[in-house]
């Protein structure tokens, strides 16, 4: 028999906000323990939750960005459960009124080859609601300590239907929520940090089969790799119990990424009764029309559209739009660029996606092997990889080259003024110095050379060292002039503008 | 010093120190020698830290001495409810939970009374957590009624009520989530105020129950409550219930012929079975005496009323198990010294260090939440909630003021009612839905008992209608005359 996989997501996203969800410390990451906190924080007698507009505001974006309905009214309710990393023994969460129901996730699968683009659908989502994270307990030999420094981060919970059926797709649907929600500016999604986790719950059931199979659920996993991992795994488990005739039971199991197995954690008759109720310190928030419209007005364009709107609009390849466009930085920078000149935005986004990274990539690495000696600390930046990564849009705003000066480097060279040779020169002194292209053309005497009579002379002296090369052209074979364009190109110490020299030759061989 | 000076009023003290015929220090180390002297027989006081508050006092002093008095508050010894939180100051909740905790920070009512040059003085007892109705269930000490010393002084505040009635402090503050402010105030003879659900800020409460809980004063005249509570009262963006509204000057507005043509509403449901006779006479008595001053009476009927007990045990106990879950041994409270694990360490802290009543009501909060019951009792008293709130708004469409006993009785022995948890619920049962329909409610006595003790007439309002309010409560005090009578100790 056949089997198929059912999967839901739980994914938790740490927005980025100044303070926390219900007090105005600050929250940020790798500070000394125990430091961003206040009476709130440590749930002192006497201290009451205030909420956080901006989280609010932060999490309606995304529900509108994901086409999710926005209630009237939304209420905050109490969790009740004992652990040691939860101040209150309540977390602050949204139990049947949350911010966002329904709604959909665009996602891309992986195409035949990494410049074509694979196909696309659509993840149901359940709902988004917001809560408050919990600090962090490390635990020793006969002790723990526990840190509040995260707890009271504003967290966003976006409920997946159960919609998806491999960990490839998991994967494209969590790279999407990335895309989305990082290019949004919402959070930076960063695994690493543990600015984004998921739950995951996979069932399997005969294909063909409507109804869902017993459902497994995994907690807090923190890396793409675990997430995929875990999901092959508990997939080839489950279908092996039921080869096997072994009964599946609904129980929460945990990942050992070392061990590369899940194992059970918890039945379902030992799972947590939460006592939900509402929050009698937080009053029910309505949302107004007026707060809607404000939202909508500022929404960014989702990656997908941006990608399609730059294939179609600028011709631009698949694998430049796919880097370009879910990059806030790289895709301010390349429409800033194309508005300053218009004509040709496929070698402003060659420049901007290989020649400028590659210079800001190769700044930023020497910049952190030199901090790393200096101060001791560890790079907690991490290597650059899909869900590591950060928005460019930091080092594109530091970047010497502006997007203005960077379309005047390619016009210039459609213009002729210098070659693609020379530009390469004028591009390294650019991020150098912040000088615009013409100014270092200028300076360095880089001009290309136009004059007619003096390529005329260079040509008709290339002519008369090679006749063979002349008439092999005059008989037809036409690769034989190239022959010619190398003596040119010495002569004019470069400068010669290759497409004159070219019609000067041809020009003067037709004559001659 | 003459014992006229405890006795005396803000108003008095305020214009005496105006005067300087006395220091603000001098009136705190007057205070400070009557404590001394009465508490060991009275036990309202849990500590007092004397050395603060004459450093309170050193700055009235030093404002007065500038000429910038900031107010009739400035200078005035204020005791507080041992539930509210000071900087610098212990907080037990008269709990071992809570020993020997002090807070870090100061609550927004306390901040604004500070604001008024307030000399705090004293943290006064309380039954654990604000549980209770007469202060028995306090950790550390009984408080005794300053009319009768074998006799209770009610509770939850009853050390506020109690330091307010035997002139250890000139006023104080309690809390109130089912009558802990009006029943003591009814026990002890002196005015008791619970305001308006968000009209005092909560930030700085020990919470017991969220939704019913609020913040009021003790004093011993109408006046002198009016003034307290306009030391406190105001919007305040760290509680998020707190109310935008105009705040008067409600000494100032107080008047003396405000009851003539009003319309008093009298609630059958509230003097029928379980009412003491002699309370229910004297009661009858001071609305009468309304009734003289111009004012109209009508018989009106609360018919949810009898269902407040229930409902509120269910909705106090539910908020309370949660707000209390964070008392666990971990940061900041007694934490057990056997504890194997951290499941061990929950339960022995807490068994340790929460009292009986305590753990009944969490207990209790907790079944009334679980799973397969939550419909049934929490959302169903919630329910029944709004029923009662809309009894009080239909009332209010046709009467002015709404008048009942405060307390079924006079105050009780001392260990009369600790064995019987729910003959102890039912002293609560005329305040009680006050704070459920989230109105404002006074008490103030209205004469004696054939056994010596104050009985308090309950004067209901309509929301953030304090002003009336206290206005009606000032006409029949100028009228009757209870106030101003002082036990002797």
Redesign the interface.
């Given at each position: 028999m056949e089997y198929e996989a059912v999967i839901g997501l739980e994914v938790h996203v740490q927005l980025k906000t100044d303070s926390k969800m219900f007090t105005s410390v600050a929250h940020k990451f790798a500070e000394p323990p125990n430091t961003l906190t206040d009476?709130v924080v440590?749930?002192?007698?006497?201290?009451?939750?205030?909420?956080n507009f901006e989280a609010i505001r932060k999490t309606i974006e995304l529900g509108l960005m994901f086409g999710c309905k926005i209630p009237e009214i939304t209420k905050w309710d109490?969790k009740?459960y004992?652990y040691?990393d939860s101040?209150?023994?309540?977390q602050l969460s949204q139990y049947d009124q949350p911010l966002c129901e329904g709604g959909g996730v665009e996602i891309e699968l992986p195409g035949t080859n990494r410049a074509e683009m694979g196909a696309h659908r659509v993840v149901k989502l359940t709902r988004i609601h917001l809560e408050e994270d919990v600090g962090k307990l490390t635990h020793f030999a006969t002790d723990?300590l526990?840190d509040y420094n995260r707890a009271g981060t504003p967290l966003m919970e976006i409920v997946s239907e159960p919609d998806m059926h491999s960990s490839e797709e998991v994967f494209a649907y969590m790279t999407s929520l990335k895309n989305t929600i990082s290019f949004a500016g919402i959070s930076d999604c960063d695994m690493e940090k543990g600015q984004m986790r998921a739950d995951v719950n996979v069932s399997v059931r005969p294909v063909g089969e409507t109804k869902l199979g017993v459902k497994v659920e995994m907690k807090n996993l923190n890396s793409i790799s675990n997430v995929r991992n875990c999901i092959d795994y508990e997939i080839r488990r489950q279908i092996e119990c039921l080869k096997k005739g072994i009964p599946l039971v609904q129980e929460t199991r945990r990942w050992d990424a070392q061990l590369g197995v899940t194992q059970s954690m918890r039945g379902k008759e030992d799972a947590h009764?939460y006592?939900?109720?509402p929050d009698?310190?937080?009053?029910p928030v309505k949302i107004s029309g007026e707060l809607l419209e404000s939202i909508k007005a500022g929404l960014c364009e989702m990656p997908f559209d941006r990608q399609r709107r730059y294939m179609k609009d600028y011709d631009l390849p698949y694998s430049v739009t796919s880097v370009m466009s879910i990059d806030r930085g790289l895709s301010e920078y390349f429409e800033e660029a194309v508005k300053t000149y218009s004509k040709n935005p496929k070698a402003i986004a060659n420049y901007l996606i290989n020649d400028l990274l590659r210079e800001l990539g190769a700044a930023a690495s020497a910049e952190a092997s030199e901090s790393k000696s200096g101060d001791g600390f560890e790079d907690l930046e991490g290597e650059m990889t899909v869900f590591g990564h950060s928005s460019h849009k930091e080092r594109l705003e530091s970047c010497r080259i502006t997007p203005a000066n960077l379309a005047g480097l390619v016009k210039i060279i459609d213009d002729g003024v210098i070659t693609k040779q020379m530009a390469k020169e004028v591009f390294v002194e650019m991020f150098a110095t912040g000088k615009t292209a013409e100014a270092i053309v200028e300076e360095k005497g880089l001009k290309q050379n136009s004059d007619t009579g003096e390529l005329e002379k260079f040509a008709l002296e290339a002519m008369a060292a090679n006749r063979k090369a002349v008439d092999q052209f005059k008989a037809g074979n036409d690769k034989a002039i190239n022959a010619l364009i190398g003596p040119i190109m010495k002569a004019s110490k470069g400068k010669a503008n290759p497409a004159m020299v070219l019609d000067t030759l041809k020009k003067l061989i037709a004559q001659g | 010093m003459s014992e006229e000076l405890y006795f005396k009023g803000v108003s008095e003290l305020s214009q005496m120190l105006d005067r300087r015929e006395i220091s603000a220090v001098e009136l705190a180390q007057a205070f400070i020698d009557r404590k001394n002297a009465v508490d060991p027989k009275v036990g309202a006081f849990l500590s007092a830290d004397e050395s603060d508050t004459l450093d309170r006092a050193t700055q009235t002093d030093k404002r007065i001495a500038a000429g910038e008095k900031l107010g009739m508050l400035d200078g005035i010894p204020v005791g507080l409810k041992d539930v509210l939180a000071v900087r610098g100051q212990k907080l037990t909740c008269a709990s071992k939970m809570l020993e020997n905790y002090v807070s870090p920070y100061t609550g927004t009512a306390m901040k604004n009374l500070e604001s008024r040059g307030a000399v705090f003085f004293g943290r006064l007892n309380m039954d654990e957590y604000a549980m209770g109705s007469s202060c028995e269930n306090s950790a550390f000490q009984k408080t005794r009624n300053p009319w009768n010393l074998e006799c209770i002084p009610g509770g939850s505040s009853g050390g506020s009520a109690a330091a307010v009635a035997a002139g250890e402090c000139v006023c104080s503050l309690g809390s109130d989530t089912g009558g802990s402010i009006r029943q003591p105030a009814s026990l002890c003879g002196i005015v008791g105020m619970k305001p308006t659900y968000g009209l005092v800020s909560r930030y700085g409460l020990a919470a017991f129950a969220s939704s019913l809980d609020q913040i009021g004063p003790f004093a011993r005249s109408v006046k002198d409550a009016a003034i307290l509570l306009n030391g406190v009262a105001g919007y305040d963006r760290l509680d998020s219930t707190s109310v935008k509204c105009d705040i008067p000057d409600y000494a100032a507005n107080l008047s003396a012929d405000s009851l003539k043509g009003k319309k008093i509403g009298v609630p059958k449901e509230y003097f029928g079975e379980g009412i003491d006779s002699e309370v229910r006479a004297l009661v009858e008595k001071a609305i009468a005496n309304c009734k003289e001053q111009g004012a109209e009476v009508v018989e009106i009927s609360l018919p949810h009323t009898d269902l407040a007990i229930p409902v509120y045990y269910i909705i106090a106990t539910a908020e309370a198990s949660s707000n209390l879950a964070r008392y666990d041994g971990i940061r900041y409270t007694h934490r057990s010294k056997s504890a194997k694990d951290v499941v061990d360490l929950y339960f022995k802290s807490r068994a340790e260090g929460f009292g009986e009543e305590v753990k009944r009501r969490i207990i209790l909060g907790s079944y009334v939440l679980s799973s397969g019951y939550y419909d049934a009792y929490y959302l169903r008293a919630q329910k029944v909630r709004t029923l009662i709130r809309r009894d009080f708004e239909k009332a209010f469409e046709s009467v002015d003021v709404i008048m009942t006993p405060t307390s079924p009785t006079t105050a009780f022995k001392i260990g009369e009612k600790t064995s019987d948890p729910l003959a102890m619920y039912l002293s609560d049962i005329c305040t009680i839905n006050v704070n459920l329909a989230g109105l404002p409610g006074l008490s103030l006595p209205c004469g004696f008992a054939s056994n010596g003790l104050p009985v308090g007439l309950q004067m209901i309002g309509k929301a953030f209608d304090e002003q009336n309010l206290l206005s009606y409560a000032y006409a029949y005090e100028q009228s009757a005359g209870w106030s101003g009578r002082n036990p002797s100790l």
């Open positions: 009476p440590w749930a002192l007698p006497g201290v009451l939750p205030v909420l109490r009740n004992f040691p101040p209150k023994n309540y723990s526990v009764d006592r939900y109720f009698p310190d937080l009053m | -």
